[in-house]
């Protein structure tokens, strides 16, 4: 007589893998951006390349801005997906070291983002600078979208132990 093999359990279900994967691709489309955007204005040797251009290169400029806006916007999404996503893998999962992990994770985040802050403050490069708070916004970005999620994965634990 034939036997079922039982079903393996997963340890991530499909909704939050649908969100993680949703959130990837978020990111990663802002980063194609942001690589679009270099390219694009890589040839143009003016250091205030997105403040003024010469007349022959506005439609470069327009399709740039507009590509950064997409970026930005793709950005902002992977962040409210990330912060979606962690509230799930809460809810779902019962791992009892998640509260200190969140916990670990976000102070990690805001202390990098304070660091690039000081870091880009003492730099005299333009584009270094510009660099360090793009990575100092992203860091406090997904140090706040993780809030709700360490807020969830405290008040369980803290229900565990009463």
């Not at 202390?111 to 802050?117: H, K």
């Not at 406090?140 to 994965?153: C, W, Y």
Request: glycine fraction near 8%.
């Amino acid at each position: 007589m034939p036997r079922s093999t039982p079903a393996r359990t997963r340890s991530v279900d499909r909704t939050t893998a649908a969100f993680a994967v949703l959130t990837l691709a978020a990111f990663g489309l802002a980063a194609t951006a942001r690589a679009a955007v270099e390219w694009a204005t890589a040839g143009l040797d003016s250091p205030a390349r997105y403040v003024s251009a010469p007349p022959s290169d506005w439609d470069v400029f327009d399709t740039a801005n507009a590509i950064a806006a997409f970026g930005a916007c793709s950005a902002g999404a992977g962040v409210l997906l990330f912060g979606a996503t962690l509230v799930l893998a809460v809810r779902r999962h019962r791992a009892r070291g998640l509260s200190v992990v969140l916990g670990f994770t976000t102070l990690a985040m805001v202390i990098g983002a304070v660091v690039a802050g000081f870091a880009a403050a003492g730099q005299a490069d333009y584009d270094a600078a510009a660099g360090l708070v793009i990575l100092r916004t992203a860091l406090t970005g997904l140090a706040a979208a993780s809030l709700p999620a360490l807020a969830l994965a405290a008040l369980r634990t803290r229900a565990r132990r009463a």
